[in-house]
């Protein structure tokens, strides 16, 4: 249908805009606040606790905003990130710097439910997994061409201040192309919140990837350029490789979800994820410590089985908000681990303690990963994966 091929060309734009936004600001921030504000370890996980408190709303966000449709609310949340991004140079202190991030957090974590929500509206609940994983490889070239622009700007002298700028001004643009959608991209009439019980096992997922994820999106990226002195030239092309990684994975991933179903791929995901953990907790080799880094992001595609597997047990016109609520049940931990895995790692003078921790987590991610139910093979997934 000719206006089901404008909302993928329009969505897939908007996804390009964003990732590429939310990637040069990404690539210069760390570095950023370490040479501009003198952060330490314990204000970084502060911050990124209190980062993360928008997402531990997000269920109630978009119960308060029920009366938009996903398009609308897309782009409305795009906005506020936009703006918050590109005023990021100007914060002028720790603290002030912290309220401007819980202000463009709000709408970051809004967008997180509702790309997979409007991306399943598209795909009419048809090859999800290819269509998640199409999406992710978009977002992930976008990356890589954030990435390579960032490292010349900075090789230009290009400022902070300037880069920030540029990041808001492409998420700006993904704001604008979500109010373009044409109702199609919206799921229907949604409930306000919702939590049931038979959704149990994908809370508690959601609940164990965020604590995981915050420890290593944390602390691995801080310990390279804390401990190993890392510049920030280095980490942009680590960014960049991560990216590539993703991109080549990403379509591959989501057609095999398609057809082996999620517990399989989430099994391996977790399996995978104690080696990576390990080895940070381990391994002090920097070279390694890359590499381990650039698993990780390659292994993050997997994560899009959990959006599926709800979408094949989820009630009619409940996909968006119980979304939203496995993203508020991710960051019930996202706004605790920061902050106490970087309160460990001064006090014990460790950082491989927060890794330790890490993999206990998994260990149980992997538990509960086999009482996923096994999904059936349908004629259309296996011919997607062919």
């Known amino acids: 249908m000719p206006s089901l091929r404008r909302d993928w060309t329009l969505f897939a734009l908007l996804s390009f805009c964003f990732a590429f936004g939310f990637a040069v600001y990404n690539g210069i921030f760390q570095n950023f606040i370490r040479e501009t504000l003198g952060v330490g370890p314990r204000q970084f996980g502060v911050l990124e606790s209190l980062r993360e408190v928008p997402g531990l709303l997000t269920a109630f966000t978009a119960g308060t905003l029920v009366a938009f449709a996903e398009p609308r609310l897309a782009g409305i949340s795009l906005a506020a990130t936009a703006l918050g991004i590109a005023a990021t140079a100007r914060a002028g202190g720790y603290w002030p710097l912290v309220a401007l991030t819980m202000f463009w957090s709000v709408g970051f ?37 954030a990435l390579a622009l960032t490292r010349l700007a900075r090789a230009w002298g290009f400022s902070y201040d300037t880069l920030f700028l540029i990041a808001g001004a492409a998420i700006m643009a993904a704001g604008l192309l979500g109010f373009g959608l044409s109702p199609a991209a919206a799921g229907g009439e949604r409930q306000r919140v919702v939590l049931r019980r038979e959704y149990g096992l994908y809370y508690w997922l959601n609940f164990l990837e965020g604590c995981r994820r915050q420890i290593f999106m944390t602390f691995a990226s801080f310990a390279l350029i804390v401990v190993y002195r890392t510049p920030v030239e280095t980490m942009v092309t680590l960014a960049f490789i991560n990216a590539a990684a993703a991109a080549l994975a990403a379509p591959t991933v989501g057609r095999w979800i398609d057809r082996v179903g999620e517990r399989c791929m989430l099994t391996a995901y977790y399996a995978l994820l104690v080696l990576v953990f390990c080895g940070y907790a381990t391994v002090q ?61 001064q006090a014990t003078g460790s950082y491989q303690l927060p890794f330790w921790i890490g993999v206990a987590i998994v260990g149980l991610s992997l538990a509960a990963a086999a009482r996923l139910p096994a999904a059936p093979r349908t004629a259309a997934a296996a011919s997607s994966a062919d």
């Open 109 to 145: 974590h809004l967008w997180l439910a509702l790309q997979p929500a409007i991306t399943m509206a598209l795909s009419r609940g048809e090859e999800g997994g290819r269509r998640l994983g199409q999406m992710a490889a978009i977002g992930s070239a976008s990356v890589l061409a």
């Open 285 to 345: 080799d920097v070279r390694v410590l890359y590499g381990l880094y650039v698993l990780d992001s390659a292994l993050f595609t997997f994560g899009v089985g959990l959006t599926t597997y709800l979408h094949r047990i989820v009630r009619r016109d409940e996909l968006t908000p119980s979304l939203a609520m496995g993203m508020t049940m991710n960051h019930v931990a996202a706004v605790a681990v920061p902050a106490t895995g970087g309160a460990l790692w």
